[in-house]
């Protein structure tokens, strides 16, 4: 289980569990690449991938593990954390134009993160003004889970 | 024209992506004759441009309709109409509504079984998400300190499916405090609710919201079973035509062509002169008041004098042009000559308008007074005429919809309920009523069914009560289940014998077809316009020219409402084939017989 741990003065302390998430590591490309790609792939799972490493990208992560950690349907929930920006093209060509938008449209001044259908479409493009809570996460996840007809 | 609308309809109809069940009081059922439920519901579909179109539904003719009402949707709208809307828009009322009323199927489906197959645990997580998203969406549009957003994210900050447990009670409880604060604005402001229903323009019974008693059992025949007078009288006219046009086929039809469009020329012609004289006479009297006001101004305006004498002149032969009924281009020439003179009345203000900003500093009372009345006059005028142009058009329009016994949606605003219609104290309104067409009204295919559902209040010491319609529903009423009619039919016969071969391609024939067909509920414009039979074909024949009618039997195909049939038969008498186009009269519209409209043919 990842654990996110923050230097408070001299002490390094646990600040979040994340039971749901994934991180993809900043410093080992190759292995992001892979993860990110099995992932998406995977046909039985929705998920949320949340881009940056700041502190908006950390609070956006928590808020969508706790989400994750819900399954309607008995359908796994899934988040990958991109901690790597440039992993962002790699990312482009894995997923599809849905009705979130194209892959073209993510921009990182403006979006956070982004949610993914089983068919491997762009659902939703998360915003990162205002601070995505929540609410937000579910609602992201449940538009990556709306079956297209 | 209403056609070439219907065709445009039905390709935009292409476009439209998106479909939605409107919102409405009323969940009702249709339940035949033979006890079978349908659901009744109108339908909104969203076209790519945006627009978004109604579809109304049908019901069979004969069919009774089980009309449930939902009260909390009646009383926010109420609440609504009584002045407290504040909290929340009604629409977003809906929307909670709608999931909590599907709240313990939503949890079935959150909570499905991990071991089942994996399609139905897409399916169920499906329609959960389908369901989910209009409340997320309108929740996470709400301004950030208000309390349903607020606890909603507390809700969702629970983890595991258990959140949406908890979600559910947060709309549940926001539910039932608006349904408190509407209940309080509802009775300090003696709100009612009244519910009634039409058959046409006719009211009829609905148990427990009306006093009208029950109309005589009538059942529209399914399956007709005699010739009716009006088919009786056609197919001697089919026999006539056929009799002349198989003489000189094309002299006939042109003549029967001419005809028809003499008949329509001569109807406009008698609303236009009963119509034009006024706006006529309104542009004549302000020219020649402005003309005749002041020597100084009539010598400003010699230039725009020109003008309005050519303006005089255009509306002389506009007149003429309107009396005469034969030149073949009368309706274009005359509504181009409309079109223009208003063109030109508006030129010569312009030119009189910009005369008189010139010399309006010297205009004494009489020319302001002089030129007041020929712009009031010009407006009258101007309105007078463009009504005409669109009255012309309505009267086409009009004309080809009663041909094809078109009953057009009757405008809410003009069915009122009478006093026969209870005032029911909103605590007092029935759970549901039923409403038998068969012991309703007099119906013919075609008809609407509409039904009412207005909020009213009367405040202490008014005489007048306010009342706002917060439902309104109009059902198309058909032959849904398997029917018949008995039509006659012209008949273009192709004879294939070769023992008795005919002078032309075409020999004309009356006959008879007997069709049988299937209604729709969910499409009305097919019931208008293409429904579809088939059948059989009976016609009168002579190949062998011997003015001794032979029996012809075939099968048919009909479609555009039986005026457009086609089929083959066999020749009983002396034993030839043969195959036929039939067509029925008045066709789309046009009376090439020039027989009487039909009224009221048997369906």
């Known amino acids: 289980m990842p654990k996110i741990r923050r230097r408070v003065g001299k002490k390094i302390e646990i600040i979040m569990k994340l039971d749901n998430t994934i991180i993809l590591p900043g410093d080992n490309p190759d292995l992001s690449k892979q993860l990110l790609t099995s992932l998406i792939q995977k046909e039985d799972v929705v998920s949320i991938i949340i881009f940056g490493r700041d502190l908006k990208a950390e609070d956006a992560v928590q808020k969508a593990d706790v989400r994750a950690s819900a399954s309607p349907g008995g359908i796994a929930r899934k988040v990958a954390w991109m901690q790597d920006l440039g992993m962002l093209g790699f990312l482009k060509t894995l997923i599809k134009a849905d009705f979130g938008g194209s892959p073209g449209d993510i921009d990182l001044s403006e979006h956070i993160g982004i949610s993914i259908s089983m068919t491997d479409g762009l659902r939703s493009l998360i915003l990162m003004h205002p601070a995505p809570n929540v609410l937000t996460m579910e609602s992201a996840f449940n538009k990556a889970s709306i079956i297209e007809v | 024209m209403r056609n070439y609308k ?233 026999k006539e ?122 205009f004494s009372p009489s020319a302001w007074s002089a030129y007041n009345d020929f712009e009031n006059a010009f407006n009258s005028g101007k309105d007078t005429l463009i009504s005409i142009i669109t009255q012309t058009k309505n009267f086409f329009e009009t004309q080809i919809q009663s041909n094809l016994d078109i009953t057009q949606n009757i405008n809410e605003s003009l069915l009122k309920l009478d006093n026969e219609v209870k005032k029911l104290p909103l605590e007092n309104i029935p759970d549901e009523t039923r409403l038998n067409l068969l012991t309703s009204a007099h119906r013919k295919e075609g008809d609407k069914l509409y039904l009412k559902a207005v909020v009213g209040k009367q405040p202490p010491g008014t005489e007048t009560a306010d009342e706002k319609t917060i439902d309104y529903i109009p059902i198309g009423l058909y032959q849904i289940a398997l029917h018949s009619t008995i039509n006659a039919v012209l008949l273009f016969v192709d004879n294939l014998s070769a023992e008795y071969p005919a002078k032309t391609q075409f020999q004309l024939d009356p006959s008879y077809s007997v069709l049988f067909k299937l209604g729709s509920r969910k499409h009305t414009a097919y019931n208008n316009f293409f429904e579809i039979g088939a059948g059989l074909n009976m016609a009168t024949l002579d190949f062998n020219n011997d003015n001794t009618p032979e029996i012809g039997v075939g099968v048919v195909v009909s479609t555009f409402k039986d005026y457009l049939q086609v089929g083959v038969g066999r020749n009983m008498t002396i034993d030839q084939y043969y195959w036929f186009l039939g067509i029925r009269l008045p066709f789309l519209g046009v009376d090439l017989t020039g027989a009487a409209k039909n009224g009221g043919a048997d369906k």
């Not at chain 2, 030149?327 to 003179?341: E, F, H, R, V, W």
């Open chain 2, 6 to 238: 219907l065709h445009l309809l039905l390709v935009c109809s292409l476009y439209c992506t998106s479909s939605a069940y409107a919102q409405s009081i009323f969940s009702i059922k249709e339940v035949t004759e033979g006890g079978t439920g349908y659901d009744v519901k109108i339908k909104t579909d969203t076209c790519k441009n945006g627009s978004v179109k109604t579809k109304y539904p049908n019901i069979d003719i004969n069919s009774s309709l089980e009309i449930k009402l939902n009260k909390d949707s009646i009383k926010v709208r109420a609440g609504s109409f009584a002045g407290n809307n504040k909290s929340i828009p009604q629409e977003q009322m809906y929307i909670i509504s709608q999931v909590l009323v599907k709240r313990a199927d939503l949890i079935e489906k959150i909570n499905i079984d991990s071991k089942a197959r994996f399609e139905d645990r897409v399916k169920a997580l499906g329609k959960v998400a389908a369901n989910m998203q209009p409340v997320y969406d309108f929740i996470l549009a709400l301004p950030p300190e208000t309390p349903l957003q607020i606890k909603a994210i507390e809700a969702f900050s629970i983890p595991g499916n258990e959140s949406y447990i908890a979600f559910f009670n947060v709309l549940q409880d926001e539910i039932d405090r608006i349904k408190i604060e509407y209940k309080d604005a509802v009775e300090a402001n003696k709100i009612y609710f009244r519910l009634g229903a039409f058959i046409n323009e006719t009211p009829v019974h609905l148990d427990g919201f009306d006093i009208y008693k029950e109309g005589e059992f009538y059942r529209v025949p399914r399956f007709a079973t005699t010739i009716g007078q009006d088919e009786k009288d056609k197919f001697d006219k089919y």
């Open chain 2, 241 to 362: 035509i056929a009799e002349k046009a198989n003489t000189d086929a094309g002299k006939v039809l042109n003549q029967m062509v001419k005809d028809a469009l003499t008949q329509y020329a001569n109807s406009l012609k008698e609303m236009v002169k009963a119509r034009l004289s006024e706006p006529f006479l309104k542009f004549k009297i302000g020219i020649d008041t402005i003309t005749n006001a002041s020597a100084d101004l009539k010598l400003k305006i010699q230039k725009a004098q020109a003008d309005i004498s050519q303006l005089e002149s255009d509306i002389q032969h506009l007149i003429a042009d309107a009396k005469n009924t034969d030149d073949p281009d009368y309706i274009s020439k005359l509504k181009t000559g409309i079109y223009n003179l208003i063109q030109k009345v508006t030129t010569v203000k312009s030119s009189v308008e910009k005369t008189i900003s010139e010399i309006k500093t010297s």
